[in-house]
């Protein structure tokens, strides 16, 4: 059986080692879910290819599709939250540090929509709520938040490639093992979702 895109599960002898988790992890995040949004918004090559392949025209639903849960992963594997959408918005300030600039109360209200407008509404209804739409916000971030019109803009050709950028920062956190506290709640999650003892 497949557990990354480069590693099926005779390839390992269990029990694993912290720095095998976090390849697996790593592999499974960016070979499975961000490069393929990634490729499929803005081209580009697969894994273990050297032939390109095109963007799909109108898929910016389907990117974000791929991409939201990844707020959510972040928040679940850094012990950040519970209850609901907590650790999708604990893992998006994570993910997004430049919200941390953002006033506190747009910085909510930004967060509530993106969960219930784009996470929710494309997870319980296929699209997006009313306020959350698809361009390229001026400002050359992966979205942008009008609080006076109450509208979310998400790029879906920048956001994949945001969320790459910060599993690479993640992925260099966690194997230093100077990092203990942020090792000790990766593996525990990590273990958790595998059903490992």
């Known amino acids: 059986m497949w557990i990354t895109w480069r590693h099926q599960d005779v390839d390992l002898v269990w029990p694993i080692t912290v720095e095998q988790k976090i390849d697996i992890f790593y592999e499974q995040v960016w070979g ?56 999708f918005k604990a893992g998006a300030q994570m993910v997004l540090p430049d919200l941390q600039n953002v006033p506190r109360e747009v910085r909510e209200k930004l967060l509530e929509v993106l969960y219930r407008g784009a996470r929710c509404g ?18 050359g971030e992966a979205m942008a938040y009008d609080p006076d019109a109450q509208v979310l803009v ?28 942020a090792r000790k709640c990766f593996v525990h999650q990590f273990d958790k979702d595998f059903g490992v003892k």
């Open 32 to 87: 499975w879910q961000l490069h393929v949004a990634d490729l499929i918004a803005n081209g580009g090559c697969p894994l273990g290819s050297e032939a390109k392949v095109g963007s799909i025209p109108h898929s910016g639903f389907a990117v974000l599709q791929i991409c939201l849960s990844y707020f959510e992963t972040i928040g679940k594997y850094r012990g950040l939250a519970t209850g609901d959408g907590a650790q």
């Open 122 to 139: 494309l997870y319980h209804n296929s699209r997006t709520c009313r306020g959350v739409g698809l361009g390229q916000p001026q400002n």
């Open 154 to 181: 998400i790029s879906p050709e920048r956001l994949p490639r945001a969320l790459k950028s910060h599993l690479e920062r993640y992925r260099t956190e966690l194997l230093d093992p100077i990092n203990d506290e």
